[in-house]
């Protein structure tokens, strides 16, 4: 397998969620915990606050396997949530911060 | 927000004002150094009484139970450090029970958070996972929101448990309150989806054999008279998770009672025929479906819940509904044709007689099964009957004449040995003006005995019926059907006098196993006011069947043969 078919197969199993969030200590301890406490790796985080600064918005990267829905659903559920919207592996928000990640 | 002259108040004087304007009457707890200032203004409330626990996780069940009875928010207090840790039992049992609590909690004060301060523990990150939400006050102007927020979380949806630490220096400052929140209340849900509604009635109309399977959503949602109603007007034989027991009365012609691992074999075995399964408020527990994948394999699936998140976690649903149980059942009757479905109902009928639940002992007072029936003779319908977990538990469900919605108080999810004592002793302050039973084992009383002194100092109405088989029965059990009979730390060496052990601990206590007359000296227990534990030895030698073991399909039961 050469190297653009493996990122072609990394690309079709992730997936990059948006969350809306309301900005305090606890909200990223929140939303990565339904994660982490099912052994559901999050490949990448970035978080900024969004407007006046009360809400923030996370970016998740993460395997797309079939949790995912269910994950979506928990995320749903958290207090601090507003909305989850669901993207493509390939979104932009990830794909260009590339050039900060290399070895 | 209403407008009232400005006071100045301390944080601790606006939790507890702020608890009295949300109608809390009652609270449980132990006090700690962190937690003072709040103790110290509960001491001034001429509104609120509370109850001292003898251990905060006894404090954790006491509101438990009040809640479980009343279907209301309950309040329970601890300090810093341990006293937060000793909580985490009750508030994880909450959550997988969907029981309202409000838990507050003392923090050390916020300079020094993160110092591993005199008992500091991170209570925040420690609940996460066991809260359905929880908040850490950073100032005292806060808790004019978190309050009244933690009491409408706790309360709607689908209910759970909230936790509130308060770090001790935001309980003690001061400020001026110009104007008071409206208190927290359950919020409406969205309304029942109309046409998945009637393609759910469609469902039920055109199945040939459907069945009702009721959760505790259906207590909670205080559906249970729909659930019946929607039951006889289409004739849907109806199973009940642990949770749901008393939904509908065990001796309704149409309960097939428990479902699951300790189901009745009629129970299951009807599951397993069944080509429409109708699931409200019911979350799918591997203890009611046993394998999965074999659970009713022939069933389309209408799933009613109120927690979007249940729909198609475990089973996919062909109809899913998200709705307050109460709600959808309401707008689905009238939608769902009247069926006598006799050929149905004569086949579940024909399972009844020929493959039923094993109640061997049940005229004979001194075995495990009669004692459940000679407890349930001395009560009528207005009692309350909580439980540990264990052998006792299971009996109990299979054998209690369970007829009311809030009857019935037991560990579910969890399965928590030493709910039972804090939990009766809560349902018997929250309704004083029933009688409380408790079964309870060996083992499990052990785990919160010292609820007993808790007890006797309020006078609590609580009748403790102590299963005493010496053996951690469940486990005794597990070990000798699928671990060669090699029992190992399932055998007490060891065994406390209970029954002196009770008086000891300022409650009267009576040993059937000395009693001439069983029935007799249960009667007595039961018409003397006040708490009393009931000794009874049972044989360790008694299983609990039938028995579906752990991974199975629920029609490969163990000991079905009556």
């Known amino acids: 397998m050469n190297a653009s078919n493996r990122n072609e197969n990394q690309a079709l199993a992730r997936a990059v969620l948006e969350i809306d969030v309301a900005n305090h200590p606890g909200v990223m301890s929140h939303v990565v915990g339904l994660f982490s406490r099912r052994a559901y790796n999050v490949e990448g985080i970035l978080c900024l606050p969004v407007g006046d600064g009360r809400q923030s918005r996370i970016w998740l990267l993460v395997g797309e396997d079939q949790r995912l829905p269910q994950m979506i659903r928990q995320l749903e559920k958290l207090e601090d949530v507003g909305a989850v919207r669901r993207h493509h592996a390939e979104h932009a928000v990830f794909t260009q911060l590339e050039a900060f990640f290399r070895p | ?562």
């Open chain 2, 1 to 562: 927000m209403s407008e009232t002259p400005n006071e100045t108040l301390t944080g601790a004087q606006i939790t507890v004002r702020l608890l009295e304007r949300q109608g809390v009457r009652l609270v449980t707890g132990y006090p700690g150094g962190a937690i003072l200032p709040i103790y110290d203004a509960l001491g001034q409330s001429t509104a609120i009484r509370h109850v001292l626990a003898r251990h905060e996780q006894g404090a954790g069940f006491i509101a438990q139970g009040m809640a479980r009875v009343s279907g209301e928010v309950a309040v329970c207090m601890a300090s810093s450090g341990p006293g937060a840790t000793n909580l985490l039992t009750a508030i994880a049992d909450a959550k997988l029970d969907s029981i309202p609590l409000v838990a507050i909690t003392g923090q050390v004060p916020k300079a020094m958070i993160g110092t591993d301060a005199f008992q500091e523990v991170d209570t925040y990150g420690l609940s996460i996972p066991i809260t359905k939400h929880n908040f850490l006050v950073s100032s005292t102007e806060e808790l004019l929101e978190v309050i009244p927020r933690a009491f409408a979380i706790a309360a709607s949806g689908r209910p759970g448990p909230v936790l509130i630490d308060i770090p001790k220096d935001v309980q003690s400052r001061a400020i001026e309150v110009a104007a008071w929140p409206e208190p927290g209340h359950r919020s409406a849900p969205a309304a029942a989806d109309g046409m998945a509604l009637a393609e759910a009635a469609g469902l039920i109309a055109a199945a040939k054999k459907p069945l009702l399977y009721l959760g505790g959503g259906v207590i909670h949602a205080g559906a249970a008279d729909l659930a019946v109603k929607l039951a006889e007007k289409a004739n849907l034989p109806t199973v009940m998770t642990l949770m749901a027991l008393g939904a509908m009365p065990v001796d309704h012609p149409l309960s097939l009672g428990m479902l699951g691992m300790h189901g009745a074999p009629y129970t299951n075995l009807a599951l397993d025929e069944c080509d429409l399964l109708i699931a409200v408020g019911a979350r799918f527990d591997d203890r009611a479906t046993g394998k999965v994948a074999a659970f009713c394999p022939q069933a389309r699936i209408i799933h009613i819940d109120i927690d979007a998140a249940e729909l198609d976690k475990i089973k996919t649903a062909h109809v899913g509904i998200v709705a307050d149980v109460g709600e959808a059942l309401t707008r689905l009757l009238p939608l769902v044709p009247e069926n006598p479905r006799k050929s149905w109902v004569d086949r579940v009928d024909a399972l009844k007689t020929a493959h039923p639940q094993p109640l061997p002992g049940l005229d004979d007072p001194r075995s495990h099964f009669g004692l459940i029936r000679a407890v349930a003779a001395c009560l009528d319908d207005d009692a309350i009957v909580a439980t540990d977990v264990g052998q006792h538990q299971m009996w109990a469900a299979q054998a209690y004449p369970l007829r009311r919605p809030r009857q019935w108080l037991t560990s579910g999810g969890l399965g928590t040995m030493g709910f039972g004592v804090p939990a009766a002793i809560g349902a018997a302050l929250a309704a004083p003006e029933r009688t409380v039973v408790c079964f309870t084992g060996d083992g499990s009383i052990l785990m919160n005995i010292q609820e007993l002194v808790t007890a006797a100092e309020q006078g609590a109405n609580v009748k403790i019926v102590l299963m005493n088989n010496a053996v951690l029965g469940l486990v005794h059990q597990q070990q000798t059907l699928f671990y060669g009979q090699r029992l190992f730390a399932s055998e007490f060496q060891a065994m406390p006098d209970f029954v002196t052990t009770a008086r000891a601990l300022g409650i009267a206590a009576v040993d059937l196993d000395q009693a001439a007359n069983p029935c007799a000296a249960l009667a007595d227990a039961f018409a003397r006011p006040g708490p009393c534990l009931i000794h009874a030895g049972i044989d360790a030698e008694q299983k609990v069947y039938p028995m579906v073991p752990p991974g199975a399909a629920n029609r490969d039961m163990i000991g079905a043969q009556a």
